[in-house]
């Protein structure tokens, strides 16, 4: 299990003594603080003074976005998983600098993305681009890739591909209620929709294939399936989507949005209503 210290430390952060404490610089602050004002108390509790946060290494790490073991705290892997996340992610693109970790933090809750990603950085000819990773896993739930959103990409270039691409999976399956399967294209709107059945208190599985070009053979379960598929107002690509999910079975779900609206940009506007009759 790692300490406060040591999930700090692998991010780049240094620690000072001063007595009995450890003191270094707040994760909390984007772009880091001037003075150092997280302390790090014998006790293992942790206070941020510049923040007011507190708690202890389970608090720090759903912050960070990952579980004390090293894995995504949202994954359900199998009791030996073939690969740990760092045993696949190589450790330089998950060791991000304050300023770096800042930046990812506030562009996920400009999205209102808190949870079920990693902070990461996409490494290009020698450049550091900071990105939120977006683990993916293959149908025996063992980690095999990641997405990379890229937080200052251009539209056709914000998304780079670590490994293979599986399922982006999340799980919000309650006891003793029903449980229904989505499938969404992007990992942001899989994120957000998750978020939204988790809130409603809805058992679902959220699942996104990262683009309709990845369309799997086979899912990892065997609930009811509704494909929410985006309509923009053609209806020959709509059929052409639909026919590439067509294998799997299931409920076509028909999406229809303003144009650059999505279920993202619904869900930070806090619109969600207007789309759970489809649900």
């Not at 539209?155 to 029903?178: E, H, Q, S």
């Not at 939204?196 to 009811?224: D, E, H, T, W």
Request: charged letters at 25%.
């Amino acid at each position: 299990m790692e300490s406060v210290k040591d999930l700090l430390e692998r991010r780049g952060y240094r620690w000072k003594r001063v007595g009995d404490k450890w003191v270094t610089n707040s994760p909390f602050k984007p772009g880091g603080d001037s003075t150092p004002s997280f302390y790090l108390y014998p006790s293992g509790w942790y206070k941020c003074y510049s923040t007011g946060k507190s708690g202890t290494a389970a608090t720090l790490a759903r912050y960070l976005g990952e579980s004390l073991v090293g894995l995504p705290q949202w994954v359900s892997l199998p009791s030996k998983p073939k690969l740990a996340l760092n045993g696949y992610i190589p450790q330089q693109f998950t060791n991000l600098t304050i300023e770096e970790l800042g930046r990812v933090h506030k562009y996920a809750e400009s999205r209102r993305i808190f949870r079920a990603y990693i902070p990461g950085v996409w490494l290009l000819y020698g450049q550091r681009r900071p990105a939120l990773i977006f683990p993916h896993v293959d149908t025996a739930m063992t980690i095999i890739g990641a997405k990379f959103r890229i937080i200052d990409g251009t539209k056709n270039d914000r998304m780079r591909t670590l490994g293979r691409i599986g399922f982006y999976f999340l799980d919000a399956r309650l006891p003793n209620i029903p449980t229904v399967m989505y499938l969404i294209e992007s990992e942001t709107s899989a994120n957000s929709l998750w978020e939204y059945l988790l809130q409603q208190k809805r058992s679902a599985i959220v699942i996104s294939c990262g683009g309709v070009g990845m369309v799997p053979r086979k899912l990892p379960f065997n609930y009811p399936l509704r494909k929410i598929i985006d309509y923009d107002g053609d209806p020959e690509l709509y059929h052409s989507r639909i026919a590439r999910y067509d294998h799997l079975g299931g409920e076509n779900v028909k999406l229809e949005l303003k144009k650059n609206e999505d279920i993202n940009e619904l869900w930070k506007k806090n619109q969600m209503y207007k789309i759970d009759f489809l649900l």
